[in-house]
């Protein structure tokens, strides 16, 4: 999974920057935060986050075509994933 600010693993621009630590050890200093920290803390943190991501995502200017289009395309990849962990359990 990529985000906009992250480049994929294999590209050139690959956490070459010294002063971004790779993902990873992002989410290991989280992890032992949130060990560390009562929710009380550290959910707020966490919600203020996330609750601006959705309102990004909301202020996005989408036409009713394009939300459409990009609904049907998160609708066959799901079915596709589906379809795969189907595949995947039944070979277990």
């Known amino acids: ?36 920290q009562p929710p009380e803390v550290w959910g707020p943190q966490q919600n203020a986050i996330v609750n601006g991501q959705i309102e990004s995502a909301q202020a996005v200017d989408v036409s009713a075509e394009d939300r459409k289009r990009i609904r049907e395309f998160a609708d066959e990849t799901l079915r596709a ?3 795969t962990d189907e595949k995947n359990h039944n070979e277990e």
């Open 1 to 36: 999974m990529s985000d906009s600010r992250t480049p994929e693993e294999d590209s050139a621009e690959a956490d070459d920057d010294p002063e971004r630590p790779p993902r990873y050890e992002q989410v290991i200093r989280w992890a032992e935060y949130i060990n560390e």
């Open 81 to 83: 994933e589906g379809e």
